[in-house]
C-alpha cells in the first residue's frame, strides 16, 4: 500500500534563515522601514501576507502586501541562486533513502512555488519528489492541515499513510488535524508535540518511518 512523508521545507529540509532574513531586510530598507531580526524570527514560517500587514501596520494596502512580497521572495530566490542554501544535516540522505525504500514524498510548504523550484534546483532533488504543494495551492496556512491533506491527495496517499515532517509547533498541530503522524525537528531543544521529536535527524533510527505506520495501524491507535 502506498506510503508518504510530507517535507516542511525551511528549518526542516533546508536552513534558509539567514538568507530570507537578508532579503526582508535588503526589501524593506528600501521601502525606509526598519525591521529587526528578533521582528523577522518572531514571524519566520508564516506566510507574507501576514508578515507584512504586521511590518506595516496601517500601510499594508493588499496592493502594497503583493509588491513587496513579490519584491522579498525574488530577492531571496536571487540569494539562493548566487550563493547556495545549506540544508539540514542529515534531511537529504532521508530523503534519498526513502526514496530508495519506495515512499513517495511531496513538499509542503508556506513558501511560493518559485522558492521551492529554485531549491530543489540548486540541490538537483527535483527527482525525488513527487509532488509540491505551496503558498498559492492553499487558502489557509498551518496550523490548518489543508496544505497537508492537498499533498497526501496529490500524491495519492491516505491520510493515514502519511507522516509529516516539520520543525514548527504550527505544522506539528497541522497533521494532527490532518489525521497524519508527524515527526518533530527541534533543533534548539525546545518542545514539539509530535509523535516522534529529535534534535537531528542523525537520531532516528532506521525504521523510524516505518514503525509509525505500524504504530498507527495497532487496534489502539489513536487516529
Same mark, same amino acid.
Given at each position: /500500500?502506498?506510503?508518504?512523508?510530507?517535507?516542511? /521545507?525551511?528549518? *526542516?529540509?533546508?536552513?534558509?534563515?539567514? @538568507?530570507?532574513?537578508?532579503?526582508?531586510?535588503?526589501? /524593506?530598507?528600501?521601502?525606509?522601514?526598519?525591521? *529587526?531580526?528578533?521582528?523577522?524570527?518572531?514571524? $519566520?514560517?508564516?506566510?507574507?501576507?501576514?508578515?507584512?500587514?504586521?511590518?506595516?501596520?496601517?500601510?499594508?494596502?493588499?496592493?502594497?502586501?503583493?509588491?513587496?512580497?513579490? *519584491?522579498?521572495?525574488?530577492?531571496?530566490?536571487?540569494?539562493?541562486?548566487?550563493?547556495?542554501?545549506?540544508?539540514?544535516?542529515?534531511?537529504?540522505?532521508?530523503?534519498?533513502?526513502?526514496? %530508495?525504500?519506495?515512499?513517495?514524498?511531496?513538499?509542503?510548504?508556506?513558501?511560493?512555488?518559485?522558492?521551492?523550484?529554485?531549491? +530543489?534546483?540548486?540541490?538537483? +532533488?527535483?527527482?525525488?519528489?513527487?509532488?509540491?504543494?505551496?503558498?498559492?495551492?492553499? +487558502?489557509?496556512?498551518?496550523? &490548518?492541515?489543508?496544505? $497537508?491533506? @492537498?499533498?497526501?491527495?496529490? +500524491?495519492?496517499?491516505?491520510?493515514?499513510?502519511?507522516?509529516?515532517?516539520?520543525?514548527?509547533?504550527?505544522?506539528? %498541530?497541522?497533521?494532527?488535524?490532518?489525521?497524519?503522524?508527524?515527526?518533530?525537528?527541534?533543533?534548539?531543544?525546545?518542545?514539539?508535540?509530535?509523535?516522534?521529536?529529535?534534535?537531528? $535527524?542523525? %537520531?532516528?533510527?532506521?525504521?523510524? $518511518?516505518?514503525?509509525?505506520?505500524? &504504530?498507527?495501524?495497532?487496534?489502539?491507535?489513536?487516529?
Amino acid at each position: /500500500m502506498l506510503k508518504a512523508v510530507l517535507w516542511d /521545507m525551511d528549518g *526542516t529540509l533546508v536552513d534558509s534563515e539567514e @538568507l530570507h532574513w537578508l532579503a526582508w531586510k535588503e526589501v /524593506m530598507d528600501a521601502e525606509g522601514v526598519a525591521v *529587526t531580526y528578533d521582528q523577522f524570527r518572531d514571524t $519566520f514560517g508564516q506566510r507574507n501576507d501576514t508578515i507584512i500587514p504586521l511590518l506595516l501596520g496601517g500601510a499594508a494596502t493588499p496592493e502594497t502586501v503583493a509588491r513587496i512580497s513579490d *519584491t522579498k521572495e525574488a530577492a531571496y530566490r536571487r540569494m539562493v541562486r548566487e550563493r547556495g542554501i545549506v540544508t539540514i544535516d542529515g534531511a537529504v540522505g532521508w530523503v534519498k533513502r526513502l526514496h %530508495e525504500q519506495g515512499w513517495r514524498q511531496a513538499i509542503a510548504s508556506a513558501a511560493p512555488r518559485a522558492n521551492i523550484d529554485a531549491i +530543489l534546483d540548486v540541490l538537483g +532533488l527535483h527527482a525525488y519528489f513527487d509532488a509540491a504543494v505551496a503558498a498559492e495551492d492553499v +487558502l489557509r496556512g498551518k496550523p &490548518d492541515p489543508q496544505v $497537508f491533506l @492537498l499533498a497526501a491527495e496529490r +500524491l495519492g496517499a491516505a491520510p493515514a499513510r502519511s507522516i509529516v515532517v516539520e520543525d514548527g509547533r504550527a505544522g506539528v %498541530e497541522g497533521a494532527r488535524r490532518a489525521g497524519m503522524r508527524s515527526i518533530g525537528l527541534a533543533r534548539d531543544g525546545g518542545e514539539l508535540p509530535a509523535d516522534i521529536v529529535v534534535r537531528s $535527524f542523525g %537520531e532516528l533510527p532506521p525504521d523510524a $518511518f516505518e514503525r509509525l505506520l505500524a &504504530d498507527l495501524a495497532a487496534p489502539d491507535a489513536i487516529v
